[in-house]
């Protein structure tokens, strides 16, 4: 009998809010980098299951699928104060090699390292922890974290052969024990084979060796590691379906924006002037880095299929580089068909980098010192680590040559370039074979994104420019793999990515065009769009005494009703009152965890916000009992909605008033606000064709897909060519995108009898409005200009508009908000006798929202 899969029984309880996505405490305050989301569903899922889940296994074996560069290491770092705080001190981290052992180390023990995952100083229920690595457990302090490390191999070994001072049987017999396996897909692959005697033997006294350990104790623990799991695998899913707790596989890893984007370089090419072509791209992205104010160092890897051959390119490449001439370099610049390439030579001939200052360039930064090789067995402790800090600014190694070592455990962020120094193929019947996709697995690893931003409110872990594929910094966001060229190869190569999931099997680089009668048109060459801007806040008069912010207690709420009624106009007889009752509660006396609840989806309080503003509170729940134990909500509504609150109007209420809080706050403690006044940006400058990149993925099944072709449904379908005011030749917006411009189309006669110069534009990320109580920026997906002809004034509306998934409504309500707050507060600073009207219309969406829109139109027109 099939056993329903874990993970999928808790994504029903993630989707029905029984499982809430709030980190732990205990591990946002001890771990060193905030949470990305995946993180924080992790720690939620894996506190749920070990806490409140009534199906729970003892002794408890669990499973985290997660994809490579995903961080699963911080994960591990988080279970264990999680599980310390459970009564748990005694923890195996056990992996198939020596390399992820040294770097999982520096993870956990080095507060020194840029690695390191625990806060500066561990802290749990108000006692400062100390992490020991330990050889055994037999007289170790309970209140330390005591972890042993060890190869599987190695822990057989010591088990079964027991020397003086090392881990023995006897260590579990009266101890919970806590074990951590990484690279669990090892044995995952012994699962999956029909062994020989031999191999099962020892396939089963490995096992044999974790199974004593993890049954020798009811309450022992086994946390799992993989980011490769073939569930499709009947061995693998009989093995795990009941312990797989997260499966946050590689291809959604790619889709959410954490990995770069992956590019197929193909030359036929000797492999040494491949490996001429990767460098002199790699300097390119050092040097755009360089312009936009970031020092990142961009690596190559040079790839060999044995160390012999490894050794040889090396010193190859050394002599290369000491004798570079004009005659390679020209050659590498008269590549044809290598878009990047042509690129970076344009931005050198740009920036008045010579041929030779390239080269002088190359010598230096490619010299024999920054090259280093990582193929021997004997290679010390200190080279990998100086493997694994390669980000790090004391760290100037360019180049790494190598054959296998690094196909695991290898965490490198700023590897941008892999040259491929051979020409083989092992495919068999058309299907990639294992040095293909150990090739391919090679490239997920180095995909990770290489962290930064350009202005505050980017996202410093994702990728930022998929909508504007010709931003100077797009090159900083792709890895480039540099092969021959090899059609069949790269077909291969191109199958196993798609199957490990770090390239999208639909994909599309599009081409946003304006029309060119709008380019030709007065209000393009002469019109303006007006904008706000980011700036900082005033600085507030010095406190020799700080005093924290005065929370306001007394907040209001409004349960909607629903009630509807239809009436002709200005039939007052017809208007029937609803009985509106009014009830005040205190949601400190709720249930705290709907509390904690709103205030994860609130950045405002996250803990290390919290603590800036409030220096006095020690914890989350001490700011709860401090802050909040006063606040009072007057709740009106219908009697029956009011009388006893469901859950969900309790959480719509607390993100209510917390949000008024975190505003009000901001306002004047915050380090930037919105201006209110709105300067003109010229139309031309701010609006112009765009190249952009979509994966196309059933999420959204429109999205990256033309209005213009057959076989869209009829929903979404309008001639763009012959509708003026809309002004880009396409639409490749999602389905709601489409069904706002198809309900303007049907609102356009009405419209047209009261406004003239109509446009429509798509902001495909060319302007953003900054909050005015935070600076807080957003992107409205359009902007409307209209100009009243009706009037005998030249009145020009501009309105922001967004349309908005029903699930994106609640998260996003502060910007509907802000949108409102637009035609009140924003002061347009006007040259001439103009009038500019600056509206925030309510969100489109065609089920939930379009009345509400339609009428703020009608508004507008019936002025």
Known sequence: MAVERLDKEFDVLVENEIIELVIPDVIKQNIRYEARPYQVEAFARLSFYLNKYKNRRKPTQLLFHMATGSGKTLIMAGAIVELYKMGYRNFIFFVNTDTIIRKTKENFLNPASLKYLFAEQININNQVINIREVDNFESVNDDDINIHFTTIQGLHSRLNTPRENSVTFDDFADKKIVLISDEAHHVNALTKQKLTGEELEVERSWENTVSRIFNANIENIMLEFTATLELSHPAVASKYNSKLLCDYALAKFREDGYSKEVKTMQADLDPIDRALEAIILSQYKKKAFSINGLLLKPVVMMKSKTTSESAEMEKAFTEKIRNLSDKDILKIKSLKGNEALKKAFQFFDHSGITVSNLIDELKDDFSEDKVISVNSKNDSDEKQIVINTLEAKTNEYRVVFAVDKLNEGWDVLNLFDIVRLYETRDSKGGKPGATTVQEAQLIGRGARYCPFSLSPEQDIDKRKFDKDLENEMRICEELHYHCSHNPRYIQELTTALQEIGIVPKDKKEIFLELK????????????????????????????????????????????????????????????????????????????????????????????????????????????????????????????????????????????????SIAEEIHQTFGDYKGTKAFKREPIHKVFRDKKMYFAINDNDAETGKPTMRSDIPEKYFIDLKSRDWHVYKENYGSSEEKLLVRFLDGQMEELENKFTDIYLIRNERFFKLYRFSDGKATEPDYVLFMKDKSSGEDIVYQLFIEPKGSHLIPVDSWKEQFFADLETEAVVELIHNENIQIIGMPFYNKTEREMKFKNKLKELINK
């Open 516 to 659: 060119e009668d709008f380019k030709e048109s007065k209000f393009y060459k002469n019109g303006f769009i007006f904008l706000n801007a980011k700036v900082e806040n005033e600085p507030t008069k010095l406190l020799f005494d700080y005093q924290e912010p005065r929370i306001r207690n007394l907040h209001e709420f409004k349960v909607r009703t629903l009630a509807t009624a239809e009436s002709a106009i200005f039939d007052m007889q017809m208007i029937t009152q609803v009985d509106i009752q009014r009830k005040t509660y205190k949601p400190i006396l709720w249930d705290k965890t709907i509390l904690k609840k709103a205030m994860n989806k609130i950045p405002f309080y996250h803990f290390n916000s919290i603590k800036r503003y409030f220096p006095s509170v020690k914890s989350t729940d001490d700011f709860i009992e401090k802050k909040l134990s006063d606040t009072e909500v007057v709740v009106s509504g219908l009697e029956k909605d009011i009388k006893d609150l469901v859950p969900k109007h309790k959480l719509a209420i607390c993100l209510s008033f917390l949000n």
